[in-house]
C-alpha cells in the first residue's frame, strides 16, 4: 500500500510563495500523481497533474502560470511550487497518486486516483 504525506504548507502573504512536498512511500515510478485541493464549503478539485515520467503535465486555469508541477523518482517525491498565491488558493492539499504501465496523460479527476495523502493546510493572508 502507497503512502503519501504531503508537508510544506502554512501562512503566506498574498504574493508569496511555497513548495509543497509530496513523499512516497515506495517508488512512484508506475504512478501518475496529482495535486488537488478543497476549500472550507467547496467541492475537491484539481490542481495539476504529472505523467509518470514528468513528461506531461496539466494545471487547472486558476493556477496557470503560477503554480508548477514537478517530480523526482529518485527521490519518490512530487512537489508543486506555488507563486503569486492568492486569498482564493487557501485550501487544504492533496496529492494522489493513479497506479498505470502506460505514459498517457494524467487527469484531475479526483475518482481516478487510488492512494491519497492527508493534506497540508495553505493560507493565504494578510
Known amino acids: 500500500q502507497l503512502q503519501l504525506v504531503e508537508s510544506g504548507g502554512g501562512l503566506v502573504q498574498p504574493g508569496g510563495s511555497l513548495r509543497l512536498s509530496c513523499a512516497a512511500s515506495?517508488?512512484?515510478?508506475?504512478?501518475?500523481i496529482g495535486w488537488f485541493r478543497q476549500a472550507p464549503g467547496k467541492e475537491r478539485e484539481g490542481v495539476s497533474c504529472?505523467?509518470?515520467?514528468?513528461?506531461?503535465?496539466k494545471a487547472a486555469d486558476s493556477v496557470k502560470g503560477r503554480f508548477t508541477i514537478s517530480r523526482d523518482n529518485a527521490k519518490n517525491t512530487v512537489y508543486l511550487q506555488m507563486n503569486s498565491l492568492k486569498p482564493e488558493d487557501t485550501a487544504v492539499y492533496y496529492c494522489?497518486?493513479?497506479?498505470?504501465?502506460?505514459?498517457?496523460?494524467?487527469?484531475?479527476?479526483?475518482?481516478?486516483?487510488?492512494?491519497w495523502g492527508q493534506g497540508t493546510q495553505v493560507t493565504v493572508s494578510s
Open positions: 494522489a497518486a493513479d497506479f498505470t504501465f502506460g505514459q498517457a496523460m494524467c487527469v484531475m479527476t479526483p475518482d481516478s486516483y487510488d492512494y
Open positions: 515506495g517508488s512512484l515510478d508506475y504512478y501518475r
Open positions: 504529472i505523467s509518470r515520467n514528468g513528461g506531461s503535465t
